[in-house]
């Protein structure tokens, strides 16, 4: 069992990468995040594990190091806030047509624009529907937990290098701000530059050696016949994810008439709810997605057919409010509550909104 | 057991260090913990606020519409909290610049001469730490051991010559609580 | 006298190099840019280092670089070659990173990419080709584009109160403390093609003794969007090109001494 320690979420993020053996990370300052390049300034892992970190000049340029960087095998991340990701998105669809594994933070704050600095979850679609052009989905989880933000760095790399595409962990100023204990993951060595080649020498450009053809990590085929395959290579992968990567947790759902949809800190909010609900004798559960893509669907729908309604709760205007209706299909209703532009809804706002939305309508 | 408190008053009274020696504490104390401050600008001069949560169990939200302690160290944060209070919880408040004392009749309402004290203990600095001790005689919620442990975990080891004083803070403030109305 | 006796390795008095592929190039005839990537490949090949040097390919004429050099690459959004560099070096310190760079890519889009990697002193070879144009999008105006020079997007020549000035990149890159070695070469006759030829060789040079950012730009023609043929084109670059970005060393030394940037005072 690893190291039991009270920290923020932001700090867990630096301290989980050094121990999981991360190889750089590349980023540029913004609030609310902040503290995961400071945290592992002050830890200066080059000196421990040989990890690199580097302020870049943007977050353009951290974007770009790191596709650089995992294109040579290498295990790198970043983080940033809402609109750091948005001025990361060309390099995202990069990362992801030139099937590169990496792992993003995205430390959500409320927009649009330059917006807020207050906790939010408004890069939901962002982060599972796309963001960058073209046709593509990255592995997104959300921690709802200081615990999970540890638990996720390690996990968002094995994605990431299993289908060599990138990975996101979507968190908000809640979670990253928040302190909570956790239990740090033990050290595991960074992989030694034979190692890197043994795994992922088939495709890495890590110089030309005699015994085989070039390497070239590229987005870029003008032949569309062929740009078509690589699309529909694509598209495999990620229904594969969908088939043997969906994660959520279902709490108090056996015997719940109502159920909430919410991910990460809406989903700590809306526990809260669930219990002050039950004390008022509504039999109500929670579903929480631990994967935004893949999404859990199926739970979801199995649900349907158990419940009288839904509520998604998300601090947007509603956006995964689309997905539950989906999977959920027609048959009960599915409502939204949230709340935007930073505000975080409370306990009592949740189960306020219940009442009146399914249980009263 | 539960514990939910907001601390809340000006950037740079201690609000959000107090909070923090009190979640080290509860992790001494084996407790469940959550610590989730308000950030960014509005820390920087002016209102700061912390809510910490210290339980037996799993803890859900870390924000919360009710509280069952509210610690009060300025007038705005008054006006913002005095109402968020659970019915028969505890309200603690400095009354050194409260305009508008509290008027609820269904809580339990204690005051603690923070800025006095800590003046008269020669250092200022020490204000959170005697309000943290009148909390503690309220709501003891802690053993004075883990604050200690908390200390010694939360300080950087060069601050460790501090401890004596702030342990002699939280003594004056657990000393100095003061009930004003008890709950009806 | 037989062919097979002509062609014998004791006659070899040129060859083409061992790096450079068969792929037919699909740069216009006339164009630099094969002549710079034979520089390059035999540069790679002399040094022997093709099995730890990594090439990264911009967006414009040469974005398909990687199909003519036989090594490892990798094809960078537009700009952002040096900062795709920059990852490569900062995590495999042990190998050789180049970038490949239109004027476009480097001194428009991409100039706080290659401003930082060379005042971090990156230690990475930047080859820069400026042909004063854009030559993949059609001859689109460049930051580079002289004044009064036509081109589709100045229709009646570069106008300063409208466009601005031509930017005169490297000058500005020299004066960055991490740069170590920056010049100004072309490749319009075999002089200048045995001397751009030394400077790439010593800018690789540069990256293997771990001196900090090695810059070498090209001035070179795009006869095609110039809309003159190869000889015009190589004499309009000379007596309009030089007089504006003159051939030469702008730097020859080391990364500057930290020591000489004033210290923090107590």
């Known amino acids: 069992m690893g190291e039991l320690k009270l920290m923020k979420g932001n700090e867990v993020i630096a301290e989980a990468a050094i121990r999981c053996g991360c190889d750089g990370y590349f980023g540029y300052p913004i609030t609310p995040q902040s503290e995961i390049m400071e945290t592992l300034m002050e830890r200066e892992p080059w000196n421990e594990t040989g990890m690199v970190v580097l302020q870049a000049e943007s977050e353009v340029a951290s974007v770009h190091m790191l596709y650089g960087a995992a294109g040579s095998g290498k295990k790198v991340m970043t983080s940033s806030s809402s609109p750091g990701i948005s001025l990361m998105a060309e390099g995202i669809s990069y990362l992801a047509g030139a099937e590169l594994p990496c792992l993003i933070v995205n430390v959500q704050r409320g927009g649009?624009?330059?917006?807020?600095?207050?906790p939010s979850q408004a890069d939901y679609w962002q982060s599972t529907k796309g963001g960058g052009h073209g046709d593509y989905r990255l592995i997104v989880l959300a921690p709802s937990s200081v615990q999970e933000m540890n638990d996720f760095v390690e996990l968002g790399f094995q994605l990431a290098f299993k289908y060599r595409n990138p990975a996101m962990i979507l968190t908000d100023g809640v979670i990253g701000q928040m302190m909570e204990k956790v239990v740090l993951s033990d050290y595991i060595p960074r992989l030694k530059d034979e190692e890197i080649e043994e795994?992922?020498?088939?495709?890495?450009?890590?110089?030309r050696k005699n015994s085989r053809s070039r390497h070239v990590i590229t987005s870029l085929e003008l032949d569309s016949g062929r740009m078509e395959l690589n699309n529909i290579r694509f598209q495999e992968k990620y229904a594969k994810m969908e088939e043997d990567e969906v994660l959520y947790e279902e709490i108090q759902c056996e015997d719940a008439e109502y159920l909430i949809v919410a991910f990460g800190s809406s989903a700590r909010i809306c526990q809260k709810a669930v219990d002050v609900a039950r004390a008022k004798g509504i039999k109500v559960g929670l579903l929480r997605p631990i994967t935004l893509f893949p999404f859990p669907k199926e739970p979801i729908a199995a649900l349907a057919k158990q419940v009288k309604g839904m509520l998604v709760v998300e601090m947007n205007a509603g956006q995964m409010v689309e997905d539950v209706q989906l999977a959920a299909g027609c048959s009960i209703p599915v409502k939204y509550y949230g709340r935007l532009g930073g505000i975080v809804p409370s306990p009592?706002?949740?189960?306020?909104?219940?009442e009146q939305k399914l249980i009263g309508g | 057991m539960t514990e939910e408190l907001i601390i809340a008053g000006f950037g740079g009274q201690g609000v959000l260090s107090m909070g923090k020696i009190l979640a080290y504490s509860g992790v001494m104390a084996d407790q469940e913990v959550a610590w989730f401050p308000s950030y960014g600008p509005e820390m920087r001069g002016g209102t700061a606020n912390v809510?910490?949560?210290l339980s037996e169990s799993r803890i859900s939200s870390p924000v919360l519409n009710e509280y069952d302690t509210a610690i009060i160290l300025n007038q705005q944060s008054m006006d913002k909290f005095e109402h968020a209070v659970k019915p028969g919880g505890v309200l603690i408040y400095d009354p050194n610049g409260i305009v508008h004392p509290p008027k609820r009749t269904d809580i339990n309402i204690y005051k603690i001469?923070?800025?006095?004290?800590?003046a008269e203990l020669g250092n200022v600095k020490t204000f959170n730490m005697v309000v943290l001790g009148a909390y503690l005689k309220a709501k003891p919620v802690v053993q004075i051991e883990s604050v200690k442990k908390g200390l010694e975990k939360s300080l950087p080891a060069r601050h460790h010559k501090l401890i004596p004083m702030n342990l002699e803070a939280i003594e004056k403030g657990y000393q100095g609580l003061e009930l004003v109305h008890a709950a009806v | 006298m037989e062919l097979a006796e002509i062609i014998s390795p004791n006659n070899l008095i040129y060859k083409k190099p061992k790096l450079l592929t068969d792929k037919t190039m699909h740069y216009?005839?006339?164009?630099?840019?094969?002549?710079v990537h034979k520089l390059l490949a035999e540069v790679i090949e002399d040094l022997g280092i093709e099995d730890k040097t990594i090439g990264i390919s911009p967006v414009g004429c040469a974005v398909f670089a990687y199909n003519y050099i036989d090594i490892d690459w990798q094809e960078a959004a537009h700009g952002r070659a040096p900062a795709v560099a920059t990852g490569i070096a900062r995590t495999n310190p042990d190998k050789i990173v180049f970038t490949y760079q239109g004027d476009g890519d480097l001194a428009s889009i991409g100039t706080a990419e290659i401003m930082h990697a060379c005042n971090r002193g990156e230690n990475i070879v930047v080859i820069f080709v400026n042909n004063a144009i854009y030559g993949m999008t059609g001859g689109q105006m460049a930051p580079t584009t002289l004044l009064g020079q036509v081109t589709s997007t100045t229709p009646t020549g570069r106008d300063a109160s409208l466009n601005g000035y031509p930017l005169k990149i490297t000058e500005l890159i020299a004066q960055l403390p991490g740069t170590s070695y920056v010049t100004r070469q072309s490749v319009h006759t075999p002089a200048a093609i045995r001397k751009c030829r030394k400077a790439?060789?010593?800018a690789f040079q540069a990256a293997l003794d771990k001196k900090g950012t090695a810059f070498v730009e090209v001035v070179s023609t795009c006869n095609m969007n110039w809309k003159l043929d190869p000889v015009e084109a190589n004499i309009w670059m000379e007596s309009n090109m030089f007089p504006f970005y003159p051939p030469g060393d702008l730097k020859d030394g080391s990364k500057n001494d930290p020591a000489s940037y004033s210290p923090l005072k107590n």
Do not use: D, M, N
């Open chain 1, 112 to 118: 649009p624009g330059l917006g807020t600095i207050q």
């Open chain 1, 199 to 207: 795994k992922y020498g088939s495709w890495i450009t890590s110089g």
């Open chain 1, 348 to 354: 009592g706002e949740v189960v306020e909104a219940l």
């Open chain 2, 51 to 53: 809510t910490v949560i």
């Open chain 2, 113 to 118: 001469e923070g800025t006095l004290i800590a």
């Open chain 3, 28 to 35: 216009c005839p006339g164009c630099g840019h094969g002549v």
């Open chain 3, 200 to 202: 790439i060789s010593k």
